[in-house]
């Protein structure tokens, strides 16, 4: 348990084959997973991908390949970033009227 886990990365062609192997093979996908030792959820999210997206699924480290893409990846971070901003802000709004003591008659 002390061993510290990676995460292992898989080229696009590795996830292309596996998911054509469960495309054409006689196998079934736990079969074809343990076979290739990777997780059966993990190999049923590349199947799914690839049925949806087929030439632009697993699009490599994630950098965007064109303006497009790279500009919807830079909108993504930003609303991230913005609503973590504003979760802080309401909380420590919560926590200032909570400080302010009670001037009641």
């Given at each position: 348990?002390?061993?510290?886990?990676?995460?292992?990365?898989?080229?696009?062609?590795?996830?292309?084959?596996?998911?054509?192997?469960?495309?054409?093979?006689?196998?079934?996908?736990?079969?074809?997973?343990?076979d290739?030792?990777?997780?059966?959820?993990?190999?049923?999210?590349?199947?799914?991908?690839?049925?949806?997206?087929?030439?632009?699924?697993?699009?490599?480290?994630?950098?965007?390949?064109?303006?497009?893409?790279?500009?919807i990846?830079?909108?993504?971070?930003?609303?991230?970033?913005?609503?973590?901003?504003?979760?802080?802000?309401?909380?420590?709004?919560?926590?200032?009227?909570?400080?302010?003591?009670?001037?009641?008659?």
């Amino acid at each position: 348990m002390s061993q510290s886990m990676h995460r292992r990365k898989f080229s696009k062609q590795f996830k292309i084959d596996a998911v054509e192997l469960t495309l054409k093979e006689e196998k079934t996908v736990k079969e074809i997973a343990d076979d290739l030792g990777i997780r059966v959820a993990l190999l049923y999210r590349w199947r799914q991908n690839h049925l949806t997206a087929r030439e632009n699924a697993f699009p490599g480290t994630g950098h965007a390949k064109d303006a497009e893409s790279e500009r919807i990846r830079q909108l993504e971070r930003q609303l991230r970033l913005v609503t973590e901003e504003r979760e802080i802000l309401k909380n420590s709004g919560k926590l200032w009227i909570r400080s302010i003591p009670c001037q009641c008659s």
